[in-house]
C-alpha cells in the first residue's frame, strides 16, 4: 500500500488511527479529516471488507463527507468516521465493542461514534460503558433529540424532494408528481410515507421484495423492478439505498428531471456531478438534503436542544439547497461542486 499521505482519497485528513487489540481481533480505523468547527463526528460503520485498502478508502472519503454534512448543517462539529473490519461471517462479541469503546475514548473527545451501517442503537448503548463520545441513543422520553436518526433524515429528504420540484417544476404540491424511490428501508420508506399522504404517484424498487410489497399495499405504491427504478420516466428518482449509483452509463438514462435522495456519496466520481449537471437534471447533494439524522445526533451529544429544535434545524434543509442550486445556475457549475465549495470555506480549506 502506498503511504497515507499518497492515498488518492486522503484530502488533508488531520489523522486516520488504525487499532488492533490482539485479544478479541478488533481491527478499526478512525479516520478524523477535519476538527476545525468541533470534534470529528460520524458513525461507525461495521463491514466485511475485501481488502484492508478498500477500508482505509471508505473511512478517509466518509470521514470527509462527514466534515461537509456538518460544516453545512450549521453543527459546531467537524468530520470523522469509524469502520471496523469484520470477518467474513460479520462476528461480533460484546469484548470486541468494550474493546472498540476503549479505543474511542483514548482519542480524548476528538472524535465522536455514532450508528452506521452494521451497527446497532443496542451497540451504541453498550459502547457507553467504555466512553462518553457516543451519541444516537435510546431517547427517555419523545420530547427529548436523538434516538433513531432514521426518521429525521426521512424528514429532511422529503423537505428536500418538495424544495426540488418547487424549484424546478414550480410545483407548490405533490400531488401526481411522480417519484421513483430506490431502496425503501428506514429513509426511503420514511420518505414514501410522507409523499403518500401528499399525494404523490409513488414507485418504489428494494431488494428486499416482502418489505416492498408490503410497504405498496399499505400506501399505494407500484413496485418495479431493481433494474427499472433508475431508468422510469418519472419527475423525481430518489436514491435511498446504496452509494456510487450514479455513474456515467446510469446517468445516461435516467429519466426525470430531479434527482434527490438520502443514500450517501451518490456520485460514483466528481465528474458524475458534472454529467448530472450537463443533462439538465437537478441534483440535490446528498450531504445536504441528508443531514436531518446527524443534526439530531448532534444535538443530542452537544446536550443544546429538544426535538423541536432538531424539527427546526431540519427545516432549513430546502432553503440551503435552494441557495446551491440558485449559485449553481449563476457559476454555471454542478450543484455538486458549488456545495463542496460552501463546505470547504466553512472547514476553513477554501
Ligand atoms: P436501511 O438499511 O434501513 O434501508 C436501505 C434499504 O435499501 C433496505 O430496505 C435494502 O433492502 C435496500 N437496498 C439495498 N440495496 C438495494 C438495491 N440495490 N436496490 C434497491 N434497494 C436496495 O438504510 P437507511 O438507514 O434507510 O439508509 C439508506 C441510505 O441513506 C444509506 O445510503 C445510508 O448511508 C443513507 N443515510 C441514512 C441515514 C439515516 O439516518 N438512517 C442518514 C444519512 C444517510
Same mark, same amino acid.
Do not use: D
Given at each position: 500500500m502506498s503511504v497515507m499521505w499518497e492515498l488518492q482519497d486522503f484530502d488533508g485528513h488531520e489523522a486516520v488511527h488504525f487499532f488492533h487489540d490482539v485479544k478479541t481481533g478488533l481491527r478499526a480505523i478512525v479516520a478524523l479529516h477535519s476538527t476545525h468547527l468541533g470534534p470529528g463526528a460520524g458513525g461507525t460503520r461495521f463491514w466485511h471488507y475485501e481488502n484492508r485498502e478498500t477500508a482505509v478508502t471508505d473511512a478517509l472519503r466518509l470521514s470527509r463527507g462527514m466534515s461537509f454534512k456538518n460544516a453545512m448543517a450549521g453543527l459546531p462539529m467537524g468530520g470523522g468516521k469509524a469502520v471496523i473490519l469484520a470477518d467474513r461471517h460479520r462476528t461480533k462479541t460484546p469484548e470486541m465493542l468494550a474493546a472498540f469503546g476503549r479505543m474511542i475514548d483514548s482519542l480524548g473527545g476528538k472524535y465522536v461514534t455514532a450508528e452506521d451501517v452494521g451497527m446497532t442503537a443496542a451497540d451504541m448503548v453498550a459502547l457507553t460503558k467504555e466512553t462518553k463520545f457516543v451519541s444516537g441513543l435510546p431517547v427517555k422520553n419523545s420530547s427529548e433529540a436523538g434516538g433513531d436518526p432514521g426518521p429525521f433524515t426521512a424528514m429532511g429528504v422529503y423537505l428536500g424532494v418538495k424544495a426540488a420540484v418547487k424549484y424546478k417544476l414550480g410545483r407548490d404540491d405533490m400531488e401526481d408528481v411522480h417519484v421513483a424511490i430506490q431502496g425503501v428501508g428506514s429513509v426511503g420508506g420514511g420518505l414514501a410515507r410522507l409523499l403518500a399522504k401528499d399525494g404523490a404517484k409513488l414507485s418504489i424498487a428494494d431488494i428486499n421484495k416482502d418489505h416492498a410489497n408490503g410497504l405498496a399495499s399499505e400506501i399505494g405504491a407500484e413496485v418495479v423492478g431493481l433494474d427499472e427504478i433508475m431508468r422510469l420516466e418519472a419527475d423525481v428518482f430518489s436514491p435511498n =439505498? %446504496?452509494? =456510487?449509483? %450514479?455513474d456515467k452509463v446510469s446517468i445516461a438514462h435516467l429519466n426525470t428531471s430531479i434527482v434527490a435522495g438520502g443514500a450517501n456519496n451518490q456520485l460514483a466520481t466528481p465528474e458524475d456531478g458534472q454529467r448530472i449537471f450537463d443533462r439538465d437534471i437537478l441534483f440535490a447533494p446528498d450531504y445536504v438534503i441528508n443531514s436531518g439524522g446527524i443534526i439530531s445526533v448532534a444535538l443530542e451529544y452537544l446536550d443544546s436542544g429538544d426535538v423541536e429544535d432538531v424539527n427546526n434545524r431540519v427545516a432549513m434543509i430546502p432553503e440551503r439547497l435552494t441557495k446551491i442550486w440558485e449559485e449553481s445556475a449563476v457559476s454555471k457549475l454542478p450543484s455538486a461542486e458549488v456545495a463542496d465549495n460552501m463546505a470547504m470555506k466553512l472547514i476553513g480549506r477554501d
Open positions: =439505498a %446504496l452509494g =456510487a449509483i %450514479l
